[in-house]
């Protein structure tokens, strides 16, 4: 779906596709997150930023006892029952967003998007979170934008069959790309802070498919449950010394260190002195991390951040999000992005885009 959001000639509208005008209309972006990764399931800190790109909805009650989701972008039509879930693909958000927000009846759905799939930048969240607001605005859902983000989160889990934490629902609920949303996912207390000053935010998708993300995803959140358990903690964030997790055997060694690592990173990156220098040393080292312990990364993705980390505008850079491929994210001198872009662009190779800016 990496067309405009705003419906052009070629895409039909709500009113092209079912023959009405919509009720409402309703928007939610995606994210990318800057540091704290895989530590959301694990009780940690996330620092993730909304991007430009949207997921916008528009609904309309059908009369009837089906919904019908139609995602212009794709051209592609899913039916299913009020309350249930749909046969697959992208309609499982919506039918999951659909239910637990408690639509009544029929909903007819056209679904828009400039979010990239597939690239880590939390596609699925905006659209969850999109619906919901629209059934806020519809008058059936009562919630605050927090308690929106824990609905769509279930919808992951229990319609979609990932174990995710909550990051980019709360990102793609509260979050705005002019700021960076300091999350404690334990307590979902929360800060919009400035980015560091002097620098910009570059994303650049890798072009490489995510295709293990989901076991991958789940088996990691196994591996650093079960290091938890070794350990005695509720959560990894209850390690008070980092060297206990040495103990552990391998491969939760390795695990449970990226995690206590991260969520250290994530904390030195608040501390009142950190520039755009310092700030950029720390994603360089939580790409590492996620490469040599947390093994999410891939030879491609690697490739990207170690062109990125070579730029002389670029303070540090990382993959972003699940991992197994999708976007590498760059803290870049201000008004440099599109520049550095172009520049590593040339050097990776076709299949890479640039997103952000
Ligand atoms: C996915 C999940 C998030 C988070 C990230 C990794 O995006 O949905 O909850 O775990 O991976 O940080």
Same mark, same amino acid.
């Given at each position: 779906?990496? /067309?405009?959001? /705003? ?34 399931? !694990? ?11 949207? /997921? ?7 009369? /009837? ?11 592609? !039509? ?8 749909? $046969?697959?693909?992208? @309609? ?28 880590? &930048?939390?596609?699925?969240? @905006? ?9 806020? #605005? ?7 934008? $927090? ?21 980019? !629902? ?12 300091? &999350? ?20 650049? #998708? ?30 990894? *964030? ?17 695990? @449970? *260190? ?14 009142? #002195?950190? #520039? ?33 980390? @070579? ?35 040339? !050097? ?10």
């Amino acid at each position: 779906m990496s /067309t405009p959001a /705003t419906p052009s000639a070629s895409i039909p509208t709500f009113e092209q596709h079912f023959g009405r005008a919509p009720q409402v209309t309703a928007s939610a972006p995606g994210r990318v997150n800057l540091l704290g990764e895989h530590t959301d399931y !694990q009780g940690g800190f996330v620092l993730p930023t909304a991007i430009p790109q949207v /997921t916008t909805v528009a609904l309309g009650a059908n009369g /009837t006892r089906e919904h019908r989701v139609f995602a212009a972008d794709l051209n592609e !039509q899913s039916v299913f029952a009020v309350g249930g879930n749909a $046969e697959g693909g992208f @309609a499982r958000y919506v039918a999951g967003a659909l239910a637990l927000g408690g639509a009544p009846d029929g909903l007819d759905v056209h679904v828009t998007s400039n979010v990239p799939m597939g690239a880590g &930048l939390s596609s699925s969240a @905006a659209l969850e979170v999109a619906v919901l607001r629209g059934l806020r #605005d519809l008058g059936i859902l009562d919630a605050s934008d $927090e308690r929106i983000a824990l609905i769509a989160q279930r919808v992951e889990h229990e319609f979609v069959g990932v174990q995710c934490g909550i990051m980019d !629902q709360m990102a793609s609920s509260v979050a705005n790309s002019a700021t960076m949303l300091l &999350l404690d996912t334990r307590s979902l207390e929360r800060h919009l802070l400035p980015l560091p000053a002097g620098a910009e935010v570059l994303v650049i #998708d890798s072009g490489v498919p995510r295709k293990l993300a989901e076991s991958g995803y789940n088996e990691r959140r196994a591996q650093v449950e079960e290091a938890a358990r070794l350990l005695g903690v509720t959560e990894l *964030r209850d390690v008070q010394d980092p060297q206990s997790v040495e103990a552990l055997p391998q491969p939760l060694r390795e695990r @449970a *260190r990226h995690v206590v690592s991260e969520n250290a990173r994530v904390q030195a990156a608040l501390a009142a #002195d950190v #520039d755009a220098a310092r700030f950029g040393v720390l994603m360089n080292a939580s790409h590492a991390s996620l490469r040599d312990d947390y093994a999410v990364s891939h030879p491609r993705v690697d490739a990207l951040v170690a062109l990125l980390q @070579a730029h002389a505008d670029v303070f540090g850079a990382r993959m972003t999000g699940a991992g197994f491929g999708g976007a590498v994210v760059a803290l870049v001198r201000a008004g440099q992005a599109s520049a550095v872009a172009q520049a590593v662009l040339a !050097q990776y190779g076709p299949e890479g885009r640039q997103v952000v800016p």
